[in-house]
């Protein structure tokens, strides 16, 4: 029976749920049984058993520097499971999607700013085999989901990214995730699982 991953994310404009619908994808590649379970549309009530998978893996998209509410609480609610878990040989991955690390050169802060620091809020940094930050989305085209607040907000990012060198195009969806560092990071976690270290 192929060992199974759960792959726990939250997403307010569908970037980081993208991604975990792609590293499912790359997990049954690799012959492995992946459940996507999307925090901010499940009631907690309806969260699977942690004990159920061979490894968990736990993303978040960023917004005005934080977490979304329920991979947040997901996190506080299972801190203390996972640990017991991964004395037990649960193999445990955290990543997050935002603009940070969309700027060439500051992909390690937004590790240090948005993964480290809520890992060591809730005491679990021990508990992590593999994180990562990736690149987000920056929809500016007529058809974005977002809000005109969230819009604007994006807007004034976009601005800040031009200083840092990064091209983004008005008026349309500009994707600065890279697919092979997402790909890298579940192809690792995948052996790590099989390898049942």
Excluded at 83 to 100: A, D, Y
Excluded at 115 to 136: E, N, Q, R, T, Y
Excluded at 144 to 165: E, H, I, T, V, Y
Aim: charged share 25%; proline share 3%; glycine share 10%.
């Amino acid at each position: 029976m192929p060992k199974q991953i759960l792959i726990a994310y939250g997403s307010r404009y569908g970037s980081t749920a993208e991604i975990a619908r792609a590293m499912a994808e790359t997990f049954k590649k690799e012959g492995l049984e992946p459940q996507v379970l999307d925090l901010e549309q499940t009631k907690q009530k309806q969260w699977p058993s942690l004990t159920s998978f061979d490894g968990l893996v736990i993303g978040s998209g960023i917004k005005i520097g934080r977490w979304t509410r329920q991979a947040t609480k997901f996190l506080q609610t299972h801190a203390d499971e996972i640990k017991t878990l991964k004395s037990k040989g649960l193999i445990v991955g955290v990543f997050v999607s935002c603009g940070l690390a969309s700027t060439p050169g500051k992909q390690d802060e937004a590790r240090q700013t948005y993964v480290k620091k809520i890992l060591d809020d809730v005491s679990m940094s021990g508990a992590v085999d593999i994180s990562d930050a990736f690149g987000g989305v920056y929809d500016l085209s007529s058809s974005s989901p977002m809000g005109f607040l969230d819009k604007r907000m994006l807007s004034l990012g976009a601005k800040q990214m031009s200083k840092d060198g990064v091209t983004l195009t008005e008026g349309a969806r500009n994707d600065l995730r890279d697919w092979d560092q997402i790909r890298a990071f579940v192809e690792h976690f995948a052996q790590l699982v099989k390898a049942g270290i």
